[in-house]
């Protein structure tokens, strides 16, 4: 709360604000407080009202300085110093000397912390658009613009390495490299001993500007900036060859502009584009525009340029043929010799100078002077400027005031600017003429002065001209034909031209007369010149005074103000005349020049260290001790609690099969190791004085053995010795030496050389070392400080001299225990793949990777950092923050997948990329399904396309990747879990099996479902979960808690089959039942209920199998209790608009789908009840709607359910005004977003239609592949082990010793006594329940760490709950922003004001004491987080396992030494882990939740295995495939299909039948099933261990388990159907002939019956269809819609022709039946003005009847041409309604017709007649007797023609549902009835 109160102090604001804490004074922007401050933070802040200064009247002297901008934090210490709060114990520096470069930066504010004696600094760079200006002697002034700021970085300075470090993110990298380059000068700067050219340079061109995460547009734009430092040259003219135009940066120093930024720029966009494949569309970057010319001119400036580089690393350009360097002439010596002597002329005692002897006359010939332009010598930059000095006119007058205003001596800027002046050509006795006016004290006097003009033109005169003056005043004259003379009358005698020669002559005596009169008028003041001039009236002049101002004023005030400047000039020249002849005694210049000696040999553009170092032993390296060693440190035993004595006693007594004591009997182990295991802790605390003085002994140290290194290596030659006078030798600097160390580069180098340089890397490792410590010292980290004393450094340096450097890079040192894991990890003996554990918060990620890719990445290996997909951001920042610098090694990403679009161009050029990748020592950062999905595509795209798909080159990729690559897996039981599978799709898609009565049935249970459950039974509460439905109409959100509720499940249906809810004929209700809910029924019941449903129609049955899906195969159960919506599954619109697998809580899987078809159906359902339809979604239900065939009936039941509700205009279908969508929005849509009816009328009409498909075959991997064994190992490590039960067999668990108890310490850590409280909250609980619960507990032990690791954050998005939860806190100072991941995977922090930025670029990095911590689920796996001691909330969900729960738990790495937990669980989960503990709710501690995740962990486990098995399978049958294409030369795609391809595709009757043990083996991979190998028979050995789950009955489990894939998660990518071309239209001669004679050719190849039209399409035709459809005939150009030459037979399915246009005789054939034949429009078209003249045919339009509303057209008299009203036979229309596809029937009589030829007897049958052989469950009647006795005769099918009917006319509907319709009901045994026949009519 901000009020205004009344205060008297002028130091503090006159604005108060409440806070917690108390009141606040907010200090005005007018006081001197403020604007001190605001100066001190003004080159962060240029807004001098942009701070906001609070302080606290409790308090004397303290307040907090808020930048709103950054979101920085300043503070008065107890020194009176501003302290940043963001980076804590640091204060503002004025004096900037500290950072040693960046000079010329305006934007820049510098931090120091003191400890003692030693000083560390930080600088703050704002973040946005930087310009450079030239500033006080030439040196670059960079600046940001205001309006681009958008945030900070902050940078330590490093002085061991000499650097500047941030964050190394992309941006502050790039940032960085843009200083240096702008604030670049001639001299090094101190910090880094070379110029900021050579930092930019070196530091462009090494690995991380090669490593970026993604391409964005600042980094685009910065790229661009950077070349155009570069100067721009061409060919003038550009034709030619001849001369050479350079345009420069404005305002850089030549020296800056090096040639090398462009062209590194070129090679990193180069690189880029390299893998364009793989980059987005707002990712693509184009090449730098080509300029002509500018590579040869560039690559000859390089070879005169005799500038060395600063660092030994440097790319030459190489030097251009023919070129010729040329001497400078000798008039340069003159030049200079002219500024020599100028510069003499300032020395203090010279009183002589040769002046000007007639200066006077030289002015006089000057044209234009300029005035005094007020310039003062600070602005040399200003002379500068001038390209060339034309005249010293132009300067003259400043120079003349300048130097008389000057003292003497002159200030070193005016002896500058004169000898410029001088060097520029102006004349010596000019410039001498100054430094006299500067020497003799006369000139100050103020009758010297220089008079005040702007500028004077001499040639104008300066006296008075009577001439000039009367030719302007004649120009005042009026014209003769004005004057009085002009009409002067004729004399006599007088001829006309004498009369007009004697007035011209008399007005031109009087002009004259006149012009001289005012002429002397006007002399009469002159030289005075009044304010005024006014003449006489003159009668021929018209010299008014507003004339005279503009025409005669004007020249007399030039020659005054000539007069009057040569005045002063003359005054200036007698005082100077005392000077007259006088020679000042002047130096005498000598240019220097070499003494001749013996002919050099030529300097190398780029000097080799190699060849200096061989040339040049190294110092004797100093053999010291460790001084860091000498820190007491002691080891204590740890004591094992009995609580995990106690767990394991409870889980021995609840093992159940063979794998539960193999489980307990490793963890017992570890708790066996845990009593060796010690405790680190010091015993003896080094004081602070002792760590500064090591500070200061490691400092000397180093420098000593630099500076011994620099004598060492300087050359001793004459060459040399030029340049070291020069100063251009490369600067040898820490950072230069340490690059020598790089890969590529050391082995260039004497081994005594890299001995000696490793020995200085050591000493900078343990000068950081020793600066830690300090750190943890004055913080008080003890624990810390312990284990810096503790680490030896006990590895070779020589051999692992990349540790060395990834060390330094990142700042730490390596520990024992990380050391031996490393070394383990690199060790090849055994060549048997592995996995190690390592405790979490150990290093794995941040240590032990960067140090392990390091080394294996040696080159004659590629090595890849395979990590997951959620901690890849993270790992690609560790990465470049430790290998990308020092080491000098690129990272790279390539995320293969199905889009990626490759040739067999680009295919190549990909191995090449990976081959020069492996040379240069490159890492491959991956995720798991980038690799297993470039294992599939080089077999896709060979199968795929023959020509240029780039498949043959990708296999050969892989092939060369299985020789050449080296893995490290990073979190191993994540990459190798079972979920991790790719599928590829191969074939042409179609639609399911049984669509879509797939999806119908599944909607149907679900709304029986939700009915059945508004009136639970008894016990529900502790069965289902069940909240109201989101919205009105909708669905309610169902889970089950436990297994009774499948028992409930199957009794709902039992009711529901009993009901009849299906429409089942009579007879099957008891057979159904158990098929349904029975998942092994009795063979008798299967018999006969197969034996009813006919193998012909098979409609019931799919009812029947799809119901047994979701009840007897637990498909249902499956879904509402193991899959949580937004947790397990969800939408992502902008892939699919099917449900798919969602990694995490708002965490969707990028390209997985669900594995099992019914699963994908049932979970998308779900999903859009529970999230409901957008506006757009609504708006297109609606305009399908209108396009339906029953939009009146369907929309009743659409707002049945709230009829009261809805507005009266929205009751009707008619009262939809589609244009007024405001109105429809706010007043209809609310009813009809969640209302199940509209949903599942968009899903089928809109989403199961297009997406619901599958395909005949797929390409599988899995992790297997991951884990396959190749040329070289593959290691990884995890924190966690319980997956090795489940490992693939090519890779095994590595259990060291050192590290078997890591799995009893967590578990040790979460039972201790601070850790063991449960808090509850009851189920469906929402976010603000959760908040409330947590702001609950007392804030000393309030949690500020969030840990969803149950996923219970469902109805917000993380940034949403963040910004929920900070709110909070409003008015809290000590928390400040909130710390969460978004959806791209990165950590960012939202500030109180709602600002977000990354957290690593923000200013809480360091300060998370001040922040909110919320990790979804995704990312309690793999993050690290370096928090200060806190509490954290870990909450619980179903289905964890221990490994996810402790994984989650170890975010808080500081467990048992300030760190610690509580849990927090719905009451679902509560009662589960009550259950399986038995122990009351209410006492269930961590004790109680570890025993039930490790009894979860069993059960997954168990769940998991059939998967695995199935998986290893698969891959054995691919490595054998491999193994046999390694040794092809050629390849079909036949045979690749047949090797490498699975059966995907699977009907019903096969998905879901009951199977038989004898069969399971069928399941196994082809080539599997009567062969082993020792894949597969690990795999039978490793089964053994699980009792309930033999090798012999493994198959049909996994049938049930996997072919069902209930938990089965794959990466599935899609092949789509390819586009058709239309084919040409033919209008043959036979159809003209027959419309113009009407008689018909039935023989005619132009015609075809109905079976022919429909070839090429997937339909079975059954028999009896020639005779139901005689009268059909078609065109060929009817049949004929699309080209399809390499499509398979089934392609026409998508392409069927409406029947539209039809055409009949008009007299009756004298044979054969009557033809009804079917045109297409073009040839309709065509032949209309045939049929305008005919009389012997008609053309009919013609449209399927498909809305019960519309008129039906079946008799074609409707409109026809000619005209008639005869209809045509009710047989004819019979068969029309049938092949069109019309829904609905006109009347009773077509209805019995129809059941008459479709053989369907639907009214009640006799007892006799019901029996399957005779009739079938679809009322189909087979028996030829009982036909007749039903009267069924005439034409008629023989066989079933519902499924021909069924698929048909969801091919004319393109998929959609039909059911509700006459034909829908007829097809699905559904009886009319008469009122069906009558018009809708809603009202």
Same mark, same amino acid.
């Given at each position: 709360m901000i009020h205004l109160v009344t205060s008297g102090d002028t130091l503090r604001g006159t604005m108060q604000k409440s806070t917690p804490s108390g009141l606040l004074h907010l200090v005005s922007p007018r006081s001197i407080l403020y604007k001190n401050i605001h100066q001190a933070l003004c080159p962060l802040e240029p807004n001098p009202i942009g701070l906001m200064i609070a302080s606290e009247p409790s308090k004397d002297q303290w307040f907090n300085v808020h930048l709103p901008r950054y979101d920085l934090h300043f503070t008065l210490n107890d020194h009176n110093e501003l302290e940043c709060q963001n980076a804590p114990g640091y204060i503002i520096n004025n004096d900037r000397q500290g950072v040693g470069c960046l000079f010329g930066l305006q934007n820049i504010l510098c931090l120091r912390q003191s400890i003692g004696s030693h000083r560390n600094y930080k600088v703050i760079i704002p973040q946005g658009e930087y310009e450079t200006q030239v500033g006080q002697y030439g040196h670059p002034l960079v600046s940001i613009k205001s309006a681009s700021l958008k945030g900070c970085f902050i940078y330590d300075v490093d002085t061991h390495v000499g650097r500047l470090v941030g964050t190394r993110s992309t941006e502050s990298d790039i940032l960085l490299v843009k200083l240096h380059a702008y604030t670049s000068s001639s001299l090094p700067d101190p910090l880094t001993r070379r110029t900021g050219t050579s930092e930019a340079l070196s530091r462009l061109q090494s690995a991380s500007s090669y490593t970026f995460p993604s391409i964005t547009d600042d980094w685009k734009s910065s790229l661009e900036d950077l070349a155009k430092i570069t100067p721009l040259r061409t060919f003038y003219p550009a034709h030619l060859r001849v001369m050479e135009s350079v345009t420069w940066h404005p305002s850089l120093p030549a020296s800056s502009q090096s040639i090398n930024f462009r062209y590194i720029v070129e090679d990193i966009i180069a690189y880029a584009r390299n893998t364009l494949v793989f980059h987005q569309k707002h990712e693509l970057v184009e090449a730098l525009p080509f300029i002509k010319g500018m590579d040869f001119l560039s690559l000859r400036a390089n070879q005169r340029d005799w500038t060395y580089q600063s660092n030994f690393a440097s790319t030459s350009l190489g030097d251009p043929k023919g070129v010729t360097y040329i001497r400078p002439p000798k008039q340069s010596w003159d030049r200079e010799a002219v500024a020599f002597r100028i510069t003499s002329l300032s020395r203090p005692e010279t009183y002589q100078f040769p002046v000007t002897e007639d200066f006077l006359s030289q002015v006089i010939q000057w044209n234009r002077v300029e005035g005094d332009r007020d310039w003062t010598w600070d602005k040399i930059h200003e002379w500068i400027k001038v390209p060339a000095i034309t005249s010293i006119s132009e300067v003259w007058c400043s120079l003349y005031e300048l130097c008389r205003k000057t003292p003497w001596p002159p200030t070193f800027e005016a002896t500058a600017t004169l000898a410029l002046l001088g060097y520029c050509g102006v004349d010596f006795r000019l410039i001498s003429t100054l430094f006299a006016v500067m020497r003799d004290p006369r000139f100050r006097q103020g009758d010297l002065a220089c008079t005040r003009f702007k500028s004077l033109s001499l040639r104008d005169g300066r006296e008075w001209d009577q001439q000039v003056i009367s030719q302007i005043i004649q120009r005042s004259a009026q014209s003769f034909g004005q004057s009085e003379e002009s009409r002067l009358p004729k004399r006599p005698q007088e001829t006309n031209r004498m009369h007009k020669q004697r007035i011209r002559n008399l007005y031109n005596l009087e002009l004259d007369k006149q012009v001289k009169e005012a002429t002397q008028e006007a002399r009469q003041n002159w030289p005075q010149l009044p304010a005024r001039i006014i003449l006489s009236n003159r009668r021929l002049l018209d010299a008014t005074p507003y004339w005279i101002e503009h025409n005669l004023y004007p020249k007399l005030e030039t020659w005054l103000r000539n007069r009057t400047f040569l005045l002063h000039v003359d005054s200036v020249q007698r005082v100077l005349s005392s000077f007259h002849g006088i020679s000042a005694s002047t130096s005498l210049y000598e240019p220097y020049i070499p003494t001749p000696i013996q002919q050099l040999d030529p300097l190398p553009k780029l000097l080799d260290p190699s060849a200096l170092m061989r040339e040049h032993p190294p110092p004797e390296v100093p053999t010291t001790h460790n001084i860091l060693s000498s820190f007491g440190y002691q080891l204590t035993q740890y004591s094992i609690p009995q609580t995990l004595r106690d767990m394991l006693s409870r889980l021995k007594g609840s093992r159940s099969c063979a794998f539960h004591d193999q489980y307990n009997q490793n963890l017992e182990k570890s708790i066996l190791s845990l009593s060796n295991v010690p405790e680190l802790s010091m015993n003896k605390v080094p004081a602070l004085d002792e760590l500064i003085t090591n500070a200061n002994l490691l400092s000397k140290r180093k420098w000593d053995m630099l500076d011994q290194m620099i004598v060492a290596l300087e050359p001793s030659d004459a060459s040399f010795d030029i340049l070291r006078y020069t100063r251009s030798l490369p600067a040898i600097t820490p950072y230069t030496l340490l690059q020598l160390l790089s890969f590529g580069v050391r082995d260039l180098l004497p081994p005594p050389w890299i001995n000696c340089i490793t020995s200085f890397a050591a000493m900078i490792l343990d000068a950081q070392r020793n600066e830690r410590m300090l750190k943890h010292m004055c913080a008080g980290k003890l624990q810390q400080l312990a284990a810096e004393a503790s680490i030896q450094s006990n590895w070779s340096h020589l051999q692992n001299t990349d540790w060395l450097l990834v060390q330094i890079d990142g700042n730490f040192s390596i520990r024992s225990n990380q050391m031996e894991v490393a070394l383990d990890m690199m060790a090849s003996e055994g060549a048997e793949n592995k996995l190690l554990q390592l405790n979490m918060g150990e290093g794995k990620s941040s240590v032990i990777v960067p140090v392990v890719a390091a080394s294996v990445a040696n080159g004659d290996t590629l090595c890849r950092v395979i990590v997951p997909r959620a901690q890849t951001g993270q790992q690609l920042h560790r990465l470049r923050l430790t290998v990308t610098d020092l080491c000098n090694r690129r990272i790279i990403k390539l995320p293969f997948s199905r889009n990626t679009s490759l040739d067999d161009k680009t295919a190549v050029s990909l191995l090449q990329f990976l081959e020069a990748s492996r040379s240069k020592g490159a890492i491959w950062l991956a995720e798991p399904e980038q690799l297993l999905s470039l294992k599939l595509l080089g077999l896709d795209k060979a199968m795929r396309y023959r020509r240029n798909g780039g498949g043959d080159a990708l296999i050969k990729a892989q092939l060369w990747l299985n020789e050449n690559t080296r893995d490290i897996l990073d979190e191993s039981d994540d990459v190798l879990h079972t979920r991790q599978q790719v599928i590829y799709t191969v074939g042409k898609q179609k639609d399911l099996d049984a669509s879509p009565r797939r999806w119908e049935v599944v909607q149907r249970m679900l709304g029986l479902l939700a009915g059945y459950l508004s009136q639970p039974p008894a016990h529900f509460e502790d069965l289902f979960y069940k909240a109201d439905p989101p919205g009105i109409s909708g669905f309610p959100l169902i889970r089950i808690f436990s297994e009774e509720g499948r028992e409930l499940l199957k009794t709902f249906i039992h009711q529901s089959l009993q009901r009849n809810d299906w429409a089942l004929p009579p007879g099957l209700s008891s057979l159904a039942q158990e098929f349904v809910t029975s998942r092994l029924p009795s063979a008798d019941t299967v018999l006969k209920l197969y034996a009813y449903c006919s193998g012909e129609d098979e409609y019931v049955l799919q009812t029947l199998l799809i119901l047994r899906g979701m009840i007897g195969c637990d498909i249902l159960v499956h879904s509402l209790k193991d899959k949580r919506w937004r947790v397990n599954y969800g939408l992502d619109l902008s892939r699919t608009y099917l449900a798919i697998p969602f990694r995490a809580k708002d965490f969707p899987s990028p390209r997985s789908e669900f594995g099992h078809p019914d699963v994908t159906i049932l979970l998308t359902c779900l999903s859009y009840y529970y999230q409901g339809l957008d506006d757009n979604m609504v708006q297109h239900c609606i305009k399908q709607l209108l396009k339906s065939s029953t939009p009146d009936l369907t929309y009743t039941s659409w707002i049945q359910s709230c009829w009261e509700d809805v507005p009266l205009n929205f009751r009707t279908i008619r009262g939809?005004?589609?244009?007024?969508?405001?109105?429809?929005?706010?007043?209809?849509?609310?009813?009809?977003?969640?209302?199940?009816?509209?949903?599942?009328?968009? %899903?089928?009409? *809109?989403?199961?239609?297009?997406?619901?498909?599958?395909?005949?075959? +797929?390409?599988?991997?899995?992790?297997?592949?991951?884990?396959?064994?190749?040329?070289?190992?593959?290691?990884?490590?995890?924190?966690?082990?319980?997956?090795?039960?489940?490992?693939?067999?090519? /890779?095994?668990?590595?259990?060291?010793?050192?590290?078997?108890?890591?799995?009893?310490?967590?578990?040790?850590?979460? $039972?201790?006594?601070?850790?063991?409280?449960?808090?509850?909250?009851?189920?469906?609980?929402?976010?603000?329940?959760?908040?409330?619960?947590?702001?609950?507990?007392?804030?000393? @032990?309030?949690?500020?760490?969030?840990?969803?690791?149950?996923?219970? /954050?469902?109805?917000?998005?993380?940034?949403?709950?963040?910004?929920?939860?900070?709110?909070?806190?409003?008015?809290?100072?000590?928390?400040?922003?909130?710390?969460?991941?978004?959806?791209?995977?990165?950590?960012?922090?939202?500030?109180?004001? #709602?600002?977000?930025?990354?957290?690593?670029?923000?200013?809480?990095?360091?300060?998370?004491?001040?922040?909110?911590?919320?990790?979804?689920?995704?990312? *309690?796996?793999?993050?690290?987080?370096?928090?200060?001691?806190?509490?954290?909330?870990?909450?619980?969900?179903?289905?964890?396992?221990?490994?996810?729960?402790?994984?989650?738990?170890?975010?808080?790495?500081?467990?048992?030494?300030?760190?610690?937990?509580?849990?927090?669980?719905?009451?679902?989960? $509560?009662?589960?882990?009550?259950?399986?503990?038995?122990?009351?709710?209410?006492?269930? @501690?961590?004790?109680?939740?570890?025993?039930?995740? /490790?009894?979860? @962990?069993?059960?997954?486990?168990?769940?998991?295995?059939?998967?695995?098995? $199935?998986?290893?399978?698969?891959?054995?049958?691919?490595?054998?495939?491999?193994?046999? $294409?390694?040794?092809?030369?050629?390849?079909?795609?036949?045979?690749?299909?047949?090797?490498?391809?699975?059966?995907?595709?699977?009907? %019903?009757?096969?998905?879901?039948?009951?199977?038989?043990?004898?069969?399971?083996?069928?399941?196994?991979?082809?080539?599997?099933?009567?062969?082993?190998?020792? /894949? *597969?028979?690990?795999?039978?050995?490793?089964?053994?261990?699980?009792?309930?789950?033999?090798?012999?009955?493994?198959?049909?489990?996994?049938?049930?388990?996997?072919?069902?894939?209930?938990? +089965?998660?794959?990466?599935?990518?899609?092949?789509?159907?390819?586009?058709?071309?239309?084919?040409?239209?033919? %209008?043959?001669?036979?159809?003209?002939?027959?419309?113009?004679? #009407?008689?018909?050719?039935?023989?005619?190849?132009?015609?075809?019956?109905?079976?022919?039209?429909?070839?090429?399409?997937?339909?079975?035709?059954?028999?009896?269809?020639?005779?139901?459809?005689?009268? %059909?005939?078609? *065109?060929?150009?009817?049949?004929?819609?699309?080209?399809?030459?390499?499509l398979k037979s089934t392609a026409m399915d998508n392409f069927l022709r409406p029947v539209e246009w039809l055409v009949t005789p008009s007299v009756l054939p004298s044979s054969g039946p009557l033809p009804l034949v079917a045109l297409s429009p073009f040839e309709a078209n065509e032949l209309l003005p045939l049929f305008r003249r005919t009389t012997v045919t008609r053309l009919h339009i013609f449209h399927a009847r498909s809305n019960l509303s519309s008129r039906s057209l079946e008799s074609l008299c409707s409109f026809s041409l000619p005209n008639s009203s005869t209809p045509i036979p009710r047989s004819i229309s019979l068969q029309l309604n049938l092949f069109s596809g019309a829904l609905y029937i006109q009347d009773e009589q077509s209805y019995r017709d129809i059941c008459k030829t479709l053989r369907l007897h639907l009214d009640e049958l006799p007892d006799h007649l019901a029996k399957p052989e005779i009739i079938t469950s679809t009322c189909f009647v087979k028996d030829s007797k009982a036909r007749i006795e039903l009267g069924m005769t005439g034409p008629g099918f023989d066989d079933s023609p519902l499924p021909f009917l069924r698929q048909f006319i969801t091919l004319r509907r393109y998929g959609k549902g039909f059911g509700p319709a006459h034909m829908g009901k007829i097809l699905h045994g559904i009886k009319l009835e008469p009122s069906d026949f009558g018009r809708s009519d809603p009202e």
């Open positions: 939809i005004n589609m244009e007024d969508e405001e109105a429809i929005r706010t007043q209809l849509y609310c009813y009809l977003r969640y209302n199940k009816e509209v949903i599942d009328f968009y %899903l089928n009409s *809109t989403v199961f239609p297009k997406e619901a498909k599958e395909f005949p075959a +797929k390409l599988c991997t899995s992790g297997w592949d991951i884990a396959c064994k190749k040329a070289h190992i593959t290691t990884g490590f995890s924190g966690t082990n319980d997956d090795r039960f489940l490992l693939p067999s090519t /890779i095994y668990q590595h259990d060291r010793d050192a590290q078997l108890h890591t799995n009893a310490k967590v578990l040790s850590y979460l $039972l201790l006594e601070e850790n063991r409280i449960v808090y509850s909250l009851p189920s469906g609980a929402k976010s603000h329940d959760f908040l409330e619960r947590v702001m609950e507990i007392p804030l000393p @032990t309030r949690p500020k760490v969030i840990l969803d690791v149950g996923a219970q /954050i469902l109805d917000k998005s993380n940034l949403q709950f963040a910004k929920d939860w900070l709110s909070l806190y409003e008015g809290h100072s000590s928390i400040k922003a909130a710390i969460y991941f978004d959806e791209g995977d990165t950590l960012m922090a939202v500030s109180t004001d #709602g600002t977000t930025q990354t957290l690593m670029d923000s200013p809480y990095s360091e300060r998370l004491d001040q922040c909110l911590v919320y990790l979804d689920d995704a990312h *309690t796996r793999g993050t690290d987080l370096r928090l200060p001691d806190m509490r954290a909330v870990v909450t619980l969900g179903p289905k964890m396992t221990k490994d996810k729960l402790v994984q989650g738990c170890m975010r808080m790495r500081k467990l048992g030494d300030g760190h610690t937990l509580v849990f927090m669980a719905t009451d679902e989960v $509560l009662d589960s882990i009550a259950n399986i503990s038995n122990v009351p709710k209410e006492q269930v @501690t961590s004790f109680e939740v570890l025993i039930w995740a /490790i009894k979860e @962990t069993w059960t997954q486990l168990q769940s998991n295995l059939p998967a695995w098995v $199935l998986q290893g399978y698969s891959f054995a049958k691919r490595q054998q495939a491999w193994e046999e $294409l390694a040794l092809r030369e050629q390849y079909s795609p036949q045979y690749l299909l047949d090797t490498f391809g699975e059966n995907e595709a699977r009907p %019903l009757k096969e998905l879901y039948r009951v199977k038989s043990k004898s069969r399971a083996g069928r399941s196994l991979p082809s080539g599997l099933r009567s062969s082993d190998n020792d /894949i *597969t028979s690990s795999i039978k050995e490793r089964c053994k261990n699980f009792e309930t789950f033999s090798i012999h009955e493994a198959s049909v489990h996994e049938e049930m388990e996997v072919e069902l894939v209930h938990e +089965k998660e794959v990466e599935r990518e899609v092949e789509r159907l390819p586009s058709a071309q239309p084919d040409k239209h033919v %209008l043959r001669r036979d159809v003209v002939e027959f419309v113009q004679s #009407g008689q018909f050719p039935p023989n005619s190849s132009a015609f075809r019956n109905a079976r022919v039209a429909l070839t090429c399409t997937s339909l079975n035709l059954p028999s009896g269809f020639d005779e139901v459809f005689r009268n %059909l005939y078609f *065109t060929e150009d009817f049949c004929r819609t699309v080209t399809l030459p390499l």
